[in-house]
Nanobody
Framework: VQLQASGGGLVQPGGSLRLSCAQS????????VAWFRQAPGMDRNTVAA????????YYADSVKGRFTISRDNARNTFYLQMNSLRPEDTAVYYC???????????????????WGQGTLVTVSS
């Protein structure tokens, strides 16, 4: 499976962006999907994820109430809607997917074998 992330850019604090991750194959809901981010000089962290079984959703505490992860199986695409953006949300955002993620590892980067190339989000006035 190949992933193509898009939608990054420059936005002012308080603004919104929607990231998209297009999948090269029709996976339906049989794959778990996730978004991660890496700020300059920092480790990559989990932002949000959806498990393939039951649709359980994980959000990092720092984005709860502001970000929404969703998927459109008909379009083979999943999304990250980001509202009320803050300067500390500035990072390269990566999408990832895998059919074998177990529920307890939903937020674990090592559970995902297929990654997109990353898209840069800059929040600045």
């Amino acid at each position: 499976v190949q992933l193509q992330a898009s939608g990054g850019g420059l936005v002012q604090p308080g603004g919104s962006l929607r990231l998209s991750c297009a999948q090269s194959e029709r996976t339906g809901s049989s794959y778990s999907v996730a978004w991660f981010r890496q700020a300059p000089g920092m480790d990559r962290n989990t932002v949000a994820a959806i498990h393939r079984i039951g649709g359980r959703i994980y959000y990092a505490d720092s984005v709860k109430g502001r970000f929404t992860i969703s998927r459109d199986n008909a379009r083979n695409t999943f999304y990250l809607q980001m509202n009320s953006l803050r300067p500390e949300d500035t990072a390269v955002y990566y999408c990832a997917t895998d059919p074998s993620v177990i529920s307890s590892n939903l937020a674990s980067q090592s559970a995902y074998r297929y990654w997109g190339q990353g898209t840069l989000v800059t929040v600045s006035s």
